[in-house]
């Protein structure tokens, strides 16, 4: 009965010819329809409804009032093998509108409404009014060859004073996007502008390029599927799809199993407002209801879609990944068999003629042979009793506490002086570098892994792809991880720090022979040979490769620290083996060595949370940085012989007045106070910088911190070994070398810059840059593939570069 009286009343009220036709759109039509008249008739009005046939091209300028609707009556035909757009126009003349005017589009599978003015929200719920107004019809799939399609757009208002408005309805004859084909259109907040792609035959991935010469405003780039209603408008083109922010570049990666339809919409919408893109923050109104001019925010853009590359391309790269870091495998191989041939020669050469003559001619033969049975079981006594070593039994030594005062602060140290533990103990003791970090490592691992497969899933279901930092112009998916290529080129830590362990192993397996056989060399020469720290160092690098490719799942701001807290480890670990190589019984222990490192990564955390733009936190940072270098400094200085309690400040007062003031004497030990003011100098001018520049990436600055610091200790190491008569090897000279090169090209490429969290996501975006190896690797993945083997390079200059004194005696052997 409610739909015979409608439609009873909509005969008696529509003037003109409509029978047949008004039955064509449907049912939605008439339970609208029905709805109105029942309003119009709760509120007692009587509404005079017009409807009229119209054409496409042509501008209707009509008045509207709350006692007349206006319906305009379209038809156009459609065809499966073409697709043409229908945009519908509409401009309000009049100003200061009591009531808005609502246009109804009632197609075949669809309703569209909007009002005019058009009022679109901002940040805090700013409101700016449009009275231009362009959208594009969405178009439903037909199944038919040529299909003949109705459509009404239905005009109405509230206010009771005339109403100026024009309305335009037009085809868009450039509605599908043809591949490798620039489009170029205009776009603005009340005129989103959206365009169909259809994949062609054999196309399975396509990349989806939106460029404009215009940086503000700010605009949002969206994939949706073929579906009506299309979401675009700025409140609303986050619900479907995939979605992006973007100021100058956008790129999203397209693949056909996403699309059922084998197609999709590329979805243009300028935003009302610039903060999403790093603009200036617009005023706030006074009243809660007061509109904004949002003025002229019309922005031209070009947009072009590719096809991305194929599995060929996949297979390449990881070929070419695989490949450049296996031939490291051969060509270790090759160097190890050198390696051994020197190594026989100097296990087989006497540390002193001399001595062994004077031995062979004034020691009975059963004295030597009873010395020898003794010797063979103290090896195996070590051997056997190693297991049970415990760390208590570090400082065993009788008169360790007796005499260290004494050794430590002579004016010129040797090695023996500082050599002086059991090496059973000091082995157990650097070992405990390598369990804990590889505990380290598990712990750190997981919860990293658990939360960036969170981080791609979100990704994944919502979209969004404002929350990753990517080069979304070299970002090639595979299965769930959109990026790939970044994730591969990682590959290369992993493999050369695995390379490395073998390589240590080699070398302590050897070491560990020539001990079982009372070697004179392995005993009493060289730098003494402690593998622990080797052992940690090479599992850091493969463990910053594993965190390095989980930060690239998804790099933004909060997992940046995933990224660097192995390298803060390998660069507080090649120190400390710098420092134990002359000085193995005074070296930190593992807990204390962690600790330290422990409080950086927990800085780091600070910094990334509360250092952005906080003094406070600055200033708390500067100075403990700068007490911490005192502190260290004073330390390597006196030995490690400097107490601190209560009484150090009373120390420090009495030295200066009677060294530097009353006996203008220079310092005991020169080379140590050069290396300790240069770097007091370089880490209080780092201190001073973070306090005045305060770098938004407090990460990367910590780490400079870290890099520096180690660098100027790795100078003044060869620059005494030099001093003190001793020499580089041919290995470790071309290790050297080459690592310095390697490094050299890793910073260029890492200072390309192709995203940065630092920034909001459109303006990382404008970094973005085309693949530039293989068409697979971008420039960071090439920082990833040099960096890995300088890093590599450096591990092995460690390793190699005091392979000159195997055969001099260790009382020879300067400490510096």
Request: with cysteine; charged share 15%; net charge neutral.
């Amino acid at each position: 009965m409610v739909f015979r009286s409608c439609w009873k009343s909509r005969h008696k009220n529509v003037s003109g010819a409509a029978g047949p036709r008004w039955i064509r759109p449907g049912l939605a039509a008439l339970l609208w329809f029905c709805v109105t008249q029942f309003v119009c008739g709760a509120v007692g009005e009587t509404k005079n409804v017009v409807q009229k046939d119209a054409e496409f091209d042509v501008t209707y300028n009509d008045t509207v009032t709350s006692e007349n609707q206006t319906i305009y009556a379209f038809n156009h035909t459609i065809s499966r093998n073409k697709t043409e757009g229908v945009r519908v126009t509409v401009d309000v003349l009049s100003q200061g509108l009591e009531s808005p005017i609502l246009f109804v589009v009632r197609q075949k599978q669809a309703v569209l409404s909007f009002q005019v003015p058009l009022i679109l929200r901002g940040l805090y719920q700013r409101k700016y009014p449009y009275n231009h107004v362009g959208r594009t019809l969405c178009q439903p799939p037909t199944r038919a060859l040529s299909e003949t399609q109705y459509f009404f757009v239905d005009v109405s208002t509230l206010s009771s004073q005339g109403t100026n408005y024009q309305l335009r309805v037009s085809r868009v004859e450039s509605f599908t996007l043809q591949t490798d084909k620039k489009f170029s259109f205009t776009a603005s907040p009340s005129q989103p502008q959206y365009f169909k792609y259809v994949f062609p035959d054999g196309v399975d991935t396509v990349i989806v390029k939106v460029n404009s010469d215009m940086t503000f405003p700010c605009s949002v780039m969206s994939v949706q599927d073929i579906q009506c209603p299309v979401y675009d408008l700025d409140n609303n083109v986050a619900f479907i799809g995939m979605y992006q922010t973007m100021t100058k570049k956008g790129a999203i990666t397209v693949q056909r199993k996403d699309f059922p339809s084998n197609s999709f919409y590329v979805v243009i919408v300028v935003k009302t407002e610039d903060e999403a893109c790093g603009g200036p923050l617009r005023f706030y109104p006074l009243r809660p209801d007061e509109l904004i001019d949002a003025g002229n925010r019309s922005k031209a853009i070009d947009v072009m879609v590719s096809p991305a590359i194929n599995s060929e391309v996949y297979v390449m790269g990881m070929l070419f990944c695989l490949g450049i870091f296996l031939s490291f495998y051969p060509l270790t191989l090759l160097m190890a068999c050198v390696e051994n041939k020197r190594t026989m020669i100097t296990f087989s050469l006497p540390v002193d003629t001399n001595r062994t003559l004077f031995i062979l001619t004034h020691v009975p033969l059963s004295l030597l042979l009873s010395s020898e049975r003794s010797l063979d079981s103290v090896g195996r006594s070590r051997q056997e009793s190693l297991s049970s070593v415990e760390e208590d039994d570090y400082d065993t030594l009788d008169d360790i506490d007796s005499d260290k005062n004494i050794v430590r602060t002579k004016k010129f140290l040797y090695v023996s002086d500082l050599a002086r533990k059991d090496k059973r103990i000091l082995s157990k003791k650097y070992q405990i570098y390598f369990w804990n970090i590889a505990t380290i490592a598990v712990f750190y691992a997981l919860p990293v892994v658990q939360l960036v497969i969170t981080y791609q899933t979100v990704v994944n279901v919502t979209g969004n792809q404002d929350i990753c930092f990517y080069n979304f112009l070299c970002a090639h998916p595979l299965g769930a991880l959109s990026a790939f290529n970044n994730i591969l080129s990682n590959m290369g830590y992993v493999m050369l720090g695995l390379l490395f362990l073998l390589i240590v192993l080699k070398r302590d397996i050897i070491h560990n022979r020539a001990m079982v056989r009372n070697d004179l060399n392995a005993l009493e020469c060289g730098i003494p040979k402690h593998f622990g720290l080797f052992y940690a160092m090479g599992t850091a690098l493969m463990m910053e490769g594993l965190l390095s490719a989980c930060y690239h799942v998804c790099p933004n701001y909060t997992n940046f620290q995933f990224d660097t807290s192995f390298m803060y480890m390998i660069a507080g670990l090649c120190m400390l083996k710098l420092y134990q190589k002359r000085h193995p019984d005074i070296n930190a222990s593992a807990y204390t060595a962690y600790a330290c490192l422990a409080a950086v990564i927990f800085f780091s955390v600070l910094g990334v949370v509360f250092g952005k733009g906080n003094m406070v936190f600055w200033i708390v940072f500067s100075v403990i940085h700068i007490l911490a270098t005192m502190l260290l400094s004073t330390q390597l200085y006196y030995m490690g012989r400097w107490r601190m309690d209560s009484g150090v400040l009373r120390r420090i007062v009495n030295i200066i007045y009677t060294d530097s003031i009353r006996q203008c004497s220079g310092p005991l030990y020169i080379d140590r106070m050069v290396l300790l003011v240069m770097g007091n100098i370089v880490n209080w001018s780092l201190a001073a910088y973070g306090l005045i520049e305060r770098p938004n990436d407090f990460a990367s600055y910590l780490l400079a911190i870290a890099i520096c610091n180690l660098l100027l200790y790795f100078a003044f190491y060869i620059i005494m070994k030099m001093r003190s008569g001793e020499r580089i090897q041919c290995l470790a000279l071309v290790c050297i070398l080459f690592t310095a090169v390697v490094w050299g090209f890793a910073l260029y490429f890492f200072f390309q810059g192709l995203s940065t969290w630092q920034k909001t996501p459109a303006e990382s975006r404008e970094h973005n840059r085309e693949c530039i190896l293989l068409s697979f690797f971008d420039d960071h993945d090439i920082w990833h593939f040099l960096s890995s083997i300088a890093m590599f390079g450096s591990f092995l200059v460690l390793l190699t570069m005091d392979d000159d004194l195997d055969t001099v005696q260790r009382d020879k052997i300067f400490v510096f």
